[in-house]
């Protein structure tokens, strides 16, 4: 009999076990993988949610579309659900974990090629396991002058999964599923689809176009289970003649209306190419490393009014809003100027150059590594803020008006102080709205701190649902909760799509809420 943490629901022991030798006779023993201990990787969660109870029944690690449709055609046999992931590491946000417990991962991490980068028009075609680490490596050894837009956790994940899961980075090419263009995709009977012009026999143009002909196919593929992604395609950002990392320093936090209304207007105007970081400098300060001890010494939350209060005392900005100038010489300079104006008039001090010197050498290091496409390691410094290794990303989309990114902060302000975790947000402005990125640190230790965390974003959710804002991700123990908040009729139509695609629901069920 099998030692495994959870069977599928309504498969029998034997059934699974059974199920297990077709597996291994498909792709080798060593990439069947069900003992518990051997399993310990895929259950690091970051989330206040006891692993056990969204725990896989096992893994199994695939190297080629022809091993999907095998294992597929035996989840069919046996009623067997599989969690496709491509790194698995979708920090702040569940890992691996299942939407729900018992379902098989199907580890895309050997899928790993480059298939093919075209120079000229700057494009790409990936599998789901190649790492950015992994692109951005092949970009400098051929000396390819392309550019990445990599999000926080940098090397480690790759841009299959970012990109379904409609991430976000911090070049030009920040939003990440507007940069894609044409999938391959494996349907749940093993039928392999490639959208767009990739339909067409022989094309050089699968990568360059979006559409092609009929209805748009690709955005169902993105945070859904209608379907596993084993080819992606990418358009990267041409490497720019030079470019400008500069940040804006305002003393208060009421100055966050008025970085709002400058952000907007230097992004819609396209005076910066790059998304804006708004951030306070206690989030500067935790993603440079530095203890919390700095700003608090003492026991209790660190509030806003503190942050303030420190950043004051030191003569440091309690806001700073960050971006990078894109393109020629002659370019940078002329906008640098509307930057510096936009600046000026909204009551903030600019940096730029050899001025980001000023700031924490591994922030400034940060900031010229990420708004160039270098990934980097360095974000995972949050996870020393207070230690314990507890995590959970509450994001919720925020139209980039001043008056609302201030209605948003002073809803978060008051659900962190009565739940008693500190203030460190951010958000991530990309012209017409903005991720707002609460960064809810706790100690996975402290059965208290994970209860208050569980109830934080329970009632963050219901809060801001309430008041018309809905998060743009979500993790395995919000789902379907986060589903409910963008209304049954969408929840009926991704189920119709669901059972018109994959009827027995053997791909991923739970995932974005989405069941037959």
Known sequence: MTDTLNLPAGVSTADFDNALKEYIAVVGKDN???????MAPYLKAYIPIDEKLYAPSGAIAVSSVEEIQAVLKICHKYGIPVWPISTGRNFGYGTALPAVPGQLLLDLRKMNKIIHIDPELGTALVEPGVTYAQLHAYLAEHKIPLWLSVPGPGPLVGPVGQTLIRGEGYTAYAEQFSSCCGMEVVLADGQVVRTGLGG????????????????????IFSQSNFGIVTKLGLWLMPAPESYEV???????????????????????????RSPLLIASTATGMALAGVPRSVIKPEPGALTAEDIQAFAQKNKQPTISVSGALYGTREQIAAHLKLVEKEARDAGGMLLHGEQLNVLPEKLAHHFRDIFTGTPNLQEFALLNWIGGGGLIWFAPICPTRGSEAMKQVEMM?????EFGFDFIDAFFLNGRSMVHLFNLFYNRSDADQVKRAYAFFEKAQATFAKAGYGVYRSNPAFMKKT???????????????????????ILAPGMSGITI
């Open 32 to 38: 069947v993988i069900v003992a518990p201990e051997a």
């Open 200 to 219: 067409i026999e022989g094309t050089s143009a699968w990568q360059t176009n979006k559409y092609g002909y009929g209805p748009y196919l690709d955005g």
């Open 246 to 272: 500069f940040t804006i320093g305002f003393p208060a936090y009421s100055d966050l209306e008025k970085a709002v209304e400058m952000g907007r207007r230097l992004k819609l105007s396209e005076t910066v």
């Open 413 to 417: 302000k008051s659900l962190a102080t």
């Open 483 to 505: 589903a409910e908040v963008y209304g049954q009729a969408q929840m009926d139509i991704n189920r119709r799509i669901k059972k018109a695609l994959d009827p027995k629901g």
